[in-house]
């Protein structure tokens, strides 16, 4: 053997010696009450120890004092012991203990609430019974039956305090004869002998249902269930309560009487005949529908007028839905028909509860539709609701309902009470009623409601409101927060929010707005009535500044400030300034549009042409053109040559007299007067024209520019519209160079018309 292997078996050798040489336990001890003891029961504890030592004693860990019988003995009074308890000694040289577990309990008691069954799948019998309470220690139950050569069927009683035994019967058996016992180590209780007819306690099989067909008002359970047997049918609506019936056991049983569009849940449980045997476990649940059915129910229709700027009147018509029962099925459409001229008929969906229509006059009726067909119509008149003057009184009988009181519309009436949240007509609800009073409930503290009450008559109808009733109120949580809608140097005009409907905390009844001068360090507050939400303030004074502030009160007072909202108001100097700015912007903006337009020679043309015909039409002075210096060796008169067109003509041409007078209207400018007049000594073949005089004048403040480059636009214009002054431009070239002497050398006259040959 290797060394490896020597040394651990030498170190488990060595283990075993030791244990061996220890043999026997250091202690031992006993309870003079034994193990399980009676509750409540006082006792003593003894330990002997085998060695001298000191000795110690523990309870659940825990040291306690004990007494010395002899040198090796000691003791301990337990007294009232109630629960289960541990003790242990041990010498405190050595830490081996010993020890004993003390369980407090009962004894059992006679036995009681015996129920034998035979079942009828097995043919064996079991038989229950109970022992009373639970004895907390171990006990034994044990059943004998009379003629049965077993020597007993025993079990333990569960936690619960049941005793139980199954055991086979013979066939020839008819009675049943049994014995009970029941015992534990605090004692034991016998009872019998209980006598069982076995016909009468036969128990069958739990049955099935496979599967249930429903149709809208009956339904049909199939089962697994024999004709020889007895049956209980027990059938409920969701969070309903059972309703039962007894039947003689068929493959199928029809539930009749039952509601449309309704979940049921169905059981069943059987038994041998009505007389004998006992009833069979109930079956598992089995849950169907029954089928949809057309509404045999009107809706509950009621309308409201809305006020808005529209020839027709326009009503809101508003209908409740109807519950599951009066629905017999699930709802897919709302029909409103409007019958006028001709009837119209509009589909809404199934979550709509309300509908715009506007007629001046008009009936219309409104039903519900489901799978199974639609409802009977409602119908219902639009017109305005005449206004009754009666009081309608009211008083808050807690936080959530309302009582209301009214005089007598019209005897024999019924009474429409509707109610919605200030502002949220979409919110609206309504009863009817047959008497002069009504409590309307659910309301939301510190809500504001409108509320009205019309009364129904054949006569006509008529309408007395309340607006402003909550069941509690206080002053509202938030206040208002102003904007500015315009200001001058003297008034403003600001407006400001609702109040969110859940910050009212009740009705409001008006606004104070507050203005607070910066400088004066005064304060003014105007007073707006609800539910107005702007205010016009004038006599401000300009140039100061302010700061403003809106708050709202209900009847149980003023609410905190809104948001602060500050401005100033502009003074004279300020005002002018700004006038001036604004009119110096205009003008110059006007001219750099003008300027970028007259760029285009487009516009320039145009542009001068027709500004020429506004002026005055002044004619320049030939007098300073070179020809008339050549010329002046005639005095007072110039003749011009006229063109030989025919060669045939031997008379002398026309002469043109040219006479220089002055301008009257000017004393700078002189003016050539040219006459030009035909011979009466033409010959006989040519035609005799009447002599015409012609004036033409010719202005000495300008000169024609251009040229032969000039186009033929300015020529046609030259030609239209004679001669004109240059206008000078801060924008324009001009298209007639100003100043100097004109010269008869640029401008030319054209005497086509009086040397034209005939």
Same mark, same amino acid.
């Given at each position: 053997?290797?060394?490896?292997?020597?040394?651990?078996?030498?170190?488990?050798?060595?283990?075993?010696?030791?244990?061996?040489?220890?043999?026997?336990?250091?202690?031992?001890?006993?309870?003079?009450?034994?193990?399980?003891?009676?509750?409540?029961?006082?006792?003593?504890?003894?330990?002997?120890?085998?060695?001298?030592?000191?000795?110690?004693?523990?309870?659940?860990?825990?040291?306690?004092?004990?007494?010395?019988?002899?040198?090796?003995?000691?003791?301990?009074?337990? /007294?009232?012991?109630?629960?289960?308890?541990?003790?242990?000694?041990?010498?405190?040289?050595?830490?081996?203990?010993?020890?004993?577990?003390?369980?407090?309990?009962?004894?059992?008691?006679?036995?009681?609430?015996?129920?034998?069954?035979?079942?009828?799948?097995?043919?064996?019998?079991?038989?229950?019974?109970?022992?009373?309470?639970?004895?907390?220690?171990?006990?034994?139950?044990?059943?004998?039956?009379?003629?049965?050569?077993?020597?007993? =069927?025993?079990?333990?009683?569960?936690?619960?305090?049941?005793?139980?035994?199954?055991?086979?019967?013979?066939?020839?058996?008819?009675?049943? *004869?049994?014995?009970?016992?029941?015992?534990?180590?605090?004692?034991?209780?016998?009872?019998?002998?209980?006598?069982?007819?076995?016909?009468?306690?036969?128990?069958?099989?739990?049955?099935?249902?496979?599967?249930?067909?429903?149709?809208?008002? =009956?339904?049909?359970?199939?089962?697994?269930?024999?004709?020889?047997?007895?049956?209980?049918?027990? =059938?409920?609506?969701?969070?309903?309560?059972?309703?039962?019936?007894?039947?003689?056991?068929?493959?199928?049983?029809?539930?009749?009487?039952?509601?449309?569009?309704?979940?049921?849940?169905?059981?069943?449980?059987?038994?041998?005949?009505?007389?004998?045997?006992?009833?069979?476990?109930?079956?598992?649940?089995?849950?169907?529908?029954?089928?949809?059915?057309?509404?045999?129910?009107?809706?509950?229709?009621? =309308?409201?007028?809305?006020?808005?700027?529209?020839?027709?009147?326009?009503?809101?018509?508003?209908?409740?839905?109807?519950?599951?029962?009066?629905?017999?099925?699930?709802? /897919?459409?709302?029909?409103?028909?409007?019958?006028?001229?001709?009837?119209?008929?509009?589909?809404?969906?199934?979550?709509?509860?309300?509908?715009?229509?506007?007629?001046?006059?008009?009936?219309?009726?409104?039903?519900? *539709?489901?799978?199974?067909?639609?409802?009977?119509?409602?119908?219902?008149?639009?017109?305005?609701?005449?206004?009754?003057?009666?009081?309608?009184?009211?008083?808050?009988?807690?936080?959530?309902?309302?009582?209301?009181?009214?005089?007598?519309?019209?005897?024999?009436?019924?009474?429409?009470?509707?109610?919605?949240?200030?502002?949220?007509?979409?919110?609206?609800?309504?009863?009817?009623?047959?008497?002069?009073?009504?409590?309307?409930?659910?309301?939301?503290?510190?809500?504001?409601?409108?509320?009205?009450?019309?009364?129904?008559?054949?006569?006509?109808?008529?309408?007395?409101?309340?607006?402003? *009733?909550?069941?509690?109120?206080?002053?509202?949580?938030?206040?208002?927060?102003?904007?500015?809608?315009?200001?001058?140097?003297?008034?403003?005009?600001?407006?400001?929010?609702?109040?969110?409907?859940?910050?009212?905390?009740?009705?409001?009844?008006?606004?104070?707005?507050?203005?607070?001068?910066?400088?004066?360090?005064?304060?003014?507050?105007?007073?707006?009535?609800?539910?107005?939400?702007?205010?016009?303030?004038?006599?401000?004074?300009?140039?100061?500044? @302010?700061?403003?502030?809106?708050?709202?009160?209900?009847?149980?007072?003023?609410?905190?400030?809104?948001?602060?909202?500050?401005?100033?108001?502009?003074?004279?100097?300020?005002?002018?300034?700004?006038?001036?700015?604004?009119?110096?912007?205009?003008?110059?903006?006007?001219?750099?549009?003008?300027?970028?337009?007259?760029?285009?020679?487009?516009?320039?043309?145009?542009?001068?042409? @027709?500004? /020429?015909?506004?002026?005055?039409?002044?004619?320049?002075?030939?007098?300073?053109?070179?020809?008339?210096?050549?010329?002046?060796?005639?005095?007072?008169?110039?003749?011009?040559?006229?063109?030989?067109?025919?060669?045939?003509?031997?008379?002398?041409?026309?002469?043109?007299?040219?006479?220089?007078?002055?301008?009257?209207?000017?004393?700078?400018?002189?003016?050539? /007067?040219?006459?030009?007049?035909?011979?009466?000594?033409?010959?006989?073949?040519?035609?005799?024209?009447?002599?015409?005089?012609?004036?033409?004048?010719?202005?000495?403040?300008?000169?024609?520019?251009?040229?032969?480059?000039?186009?033929?636009?300015?020529?046609?214009?030259?030609?239209?519209?004679?001669?004109?002054?240059?206008?000078?431009?801060?924008?324009?070239?001009?298209?007639?160079?100003?100043?100097?002497?004109?010269?008869?050398?640029?401008?030319?006259?054209?005497?086509?018309?009086?040397?034209?040959?005939?």
């Amino acid at each position: 053997m290797s060394s490896e292997c020597t040394w651990p078996v030498l170190v488990t050798f060595h283990f075993i010696l030791a244990a061996g040489a220890r043999g026997e336990t250091v202690c031992t001890v006993r309870s003079s009450g034994g193990k399980e003891v009676l509750v409540g029961s006082s006792f003593s504890i003894f330990c002997v120890f085998n060695k001298q030592c000191t000795k110690i004693i523990f309870r659940d860990k825990k040291e306690i004092e004990h007494a010395s019988l002899n040198s090796s003995a000691v003791s301990v009074d337990v /007294k009232n012991l109630t629960k289960f308890n541990t003790f242990t000694c041990k010498c405190k040289e050595d830490p081996e203990p010993c020890g004993i577990d003390i369980t407090p309990g009962y004894p059992p008691s006679i036995p009681e609430n015996l129920i034998c069954i035979r079942k009828t799948e097995s043919g064996n019998v079991s038989c229950t019974w109970r022992t009373g309470r639970d004895t907390k220690i171990m006990t034994t139950c044990q059943l004998w039956v009379k003629g049965d050569p077993h020597h007993g =069927y025993k079990s333990l009683m569960n936690s619960t305090g049941f005793c139980s035994a199954t055991f086979p019967i013979t066939g020839s058996m008819s009675q049943l *004869i049994v014995t009970l016992n029941v015992s534990n180590s605090l004692g034991s209780e016998t009872t019998g002998p209980h006598n069982f007819t076995l016909s009468n306690i036969v128990k069958p099989s739990r049955p099935n249902i496979s599967h249930v067909e429903c149709s809208t008002r =009956y339904c049909s359970l199939h089962t697994n269930t024999h004709s020889t047997h007895l049956l209980e049918v027990q =059938y409920r609506a969701e969070s309903e309560t059972w309703k039962s019936l007894q039947t003689k056991a068929e493959s199928n049983l029809n539930i009749s009487s039952l509601q449309p569009y309704t979940n049921y849940e169905f059981q069943i449980r059987r038994k041998i005949n009505r007389t004998v045997g006992l009833w069979s476990d109930w079956s598992l649940t089995k849950t169907a529908n029954t089928k949809e059915e057309a509404p045999d129910k009107v809706l509950d229709v009621w =309308y409201l007028q809305e006020h808005l700027q529209s020839q027709n009147k326009c009503f809101r018509i508003f209908w409740k839905a109807l519950n599951k029962s009066d629905a017999k099925g699930e709802i /897919k459409s709302y029909n409103i028909s409007e019958k006028r001229m001709q009837v119209k008929s509009v589909i809404v969906g199934p979550t709509r509860s309300h509908y715009n229509i506007c007629c001046s006059h008009c009936s219309v009726s409104v039903s519900a *539709i489901n799978s199974g067909g639609q409802s009977p119509d409602k119908f219902i008149e639009l017109h305005s609701l005449g206004l009754f003057s009666g009081i309608v009184s009211h008083n808050s009988t807690n936080n959530h309902s309302i009582a209301l009181f009214w005089s007598t519309f019209t005897i024999g009436t019924e009474y429409v009470v509707h109610w919605y949240p200030f502002g949220r007509t979409m919110q609206l609800k309504w009863i009817r009623v047959v008497d002069n009073k009504a409590v309307i409930r659910d309301l939301h503290p510190k809500e504001c409601y409108q509320v009205a009450v019309t009364s129904l008559h054949s006569s006509g109808s008529l309408m007395a409101s309340i607006e402003g *009733i909550s069941t509690f109120m206080s002053v509202p949580e938030q206040g208002p927060i102003p904007q500015q809608d315009w200001k001058k140097s003297d008034s403003m005009e600001v407006k400001w929010s609702e109040i969110p409907h859940e910050k009212r905390r009740g009705c409001l009844t008006k606004y104070t707005v507050y203005l607070e001068d910066n400088k004066k360090r005064d304060i003014k507050n105007y007073n707006v009535k609800y539910p107005r939400t702007q205010y016009t303030i004038s006599s401000l004074s300009p140039g100061h500044c @302010y700061k403003l502030w809106v708050t709202a009160w209900t009847d149980a007072g003023e609410g905190p400030r809104g948001s602060e909202l500050p401005f100033c108001t502009t003074s004279d100097t300020e005002k002018l300034l700004s006038v001036v700015i604004l009119a110096g912007g205009a003008v110059l903006l006007t001219c750099l549009i003008i300027l970028c337009i007259c760029q285009f020679s487009s516009v320039q043309s145009r542009f001068l042409r @027709y500004c /020429k015909c506004l002026l005055p039409r002044v004619i320049p002075d030939p007098a300073n053109s070179k020809w008339a210096k050549d010329c002046a060796i005639y005095e007072g008169e110039i003749k011009f040559p006229l063109h030989q067109c025919d060669s045939s003509m031997s008379e002398e041409p026309d002469t043109v007299d040219v006479e220089e007078v002055p301008n009257p209207s000017s004393s700078t400018c002189t003016y050539i /007067k040219s006459f030009s007049q035909e011979s009466s000594s033409s010959d006989t073949t040519q035609i005799t024209r009447s002599s015409d005089i012609m004036d033409d004048y010719i202005c000495t403040h300008g000169e024609i520019s251009g040229g032969e480059e000039e186009d033929e636009e300015g020529e046609e214009m030259l030609d239209e519209f004679g001669f004109f002054p240059c206008t000078p431009s801060p924008f324009l070239e001009p298209l007639f160079p100003c100043g100097g002497k004109l010269t008869l050398d640029i401008v030319k006259i054209d005497c086509s018309e009086f040397l034209d040959c005939t």
